[in-house]
């Protein structure tokens, strides 16, 4: 079975801290990523990685920044916390291959608390 | 505009009854794959069915099956026999394959009770 980890479920910070979301897969995945989720929203993408090193900006990346210095840890950074980054972050991965179907494999997910 | 569009806040459903959630989406591409996720009150979000666009048969997936109707653009969830372990927030998702890259949109979900 495919494993995404994330290093915290509940996670509570004070404004203008850095904070450091972890994310581990053990499949081997090429693709990874970082989406919030917000009741009335849904999933909303902030970054993706397609390789080592590399980097995709996703819909909302304003204020987060990553780091993938691994294949299998993925990063999520918020250089200085604010409120409205209270929510929950769901890591994903996924070995991707164009025009097929993009299963992706979740993380439990980290609730986010800002104060 | 949105691309996905699930008009069901919540939902109810009696045990072992059949319930159908909705999910339209909106895409130029002629290739594009469609996808609900379930996500238990645990969080974790957990795959449930795939459907490609040039599918011709309904996908089936045990209890569940995707009700695909391409020119409407609606690929709604039909889930059979409800069971209380059903509640939950459902997702439907869309990846374009030509114009969308590695991205997948999610809808703004749907939250299924099931009564005993």
């Known amino acids: 079975d495919v494993k995404v980890t994330q290093s915290s479920r509940y996670l509570v910070k004070r404004t203008g801290e850095k904070v450091f979301l972890e994310c581990v897969q053990d499949?081997?995945?090429?693709?990874m990523f970082w989406y919030r989720q917000d009741p009335g929203l849904g999933l909303r993408l902030i970054y993706f990685?397609?390789?080592?090193?590399?980097?995709e900006k996703g819909d909302i990346p304003e204020g987060y920044s990553v780091s993938r210095e691994k294949k299998e840890r993925f990063s999520l950074i918020l250089e200085s916390a604010s409120t409205n980054q209270t929510s929950m972050y769901l890591c994903?991965?996924?070995?991707?291959?164009?025009?097929?179907?993009?299963?992706?494999?979740f993380g439990p997910g980290t609730r986010l608390t800002v104060l | 505009a949105q691309k996905i569009t699930q008009t069901q806040p919540g939902m109810f459903v009696q045990e072992k009854e059949a319930v159908t959630l909705d999910c339209t989406y909106d895409?130029?591409?002629?290739?594009?794959?469609l996808f609900w996720y379930k996500q238990p009150s645990s969080g974790e979000m957990i795959f449930l069915i795939y459907?490609?666009?040039?599918?011709?048969q309904n996908a089936t997936e045990g209890r569940y099956s995707l009700n695909f109707q391409k020119a409407r653009k609606s690929a709604n969830l039909v889930i059979s026999a409800s069971q209380l372990g059903d509640s939950a927030m459902y997702f439907c998702?869309?990846?374009?394959?030509?114009?969308?890259?590695?991205?997948?949109?999610f809808g703004a979900g749907t939250r299924l009770f099931v009564k005993a």
């Open positions: 994903a991965s996924t070995q991707l291959i164009a025009g097929e179907k993009d299963t992706q494999y």
């Open positions: 499949m081997d995945h090429e693709n």
């Open positions: 990685s397609y390789d080592v090193k590399m980097k």
């Open positions: 895409t130029s591409d002629q290739s594009y794959g």
């Open positions: 459907q490609g666009s040039y599918d011709e």
């Open positions: 998702a869309m990846r374009e394959v030509n114009t969308g890259g590695f991205k997948t949109i």
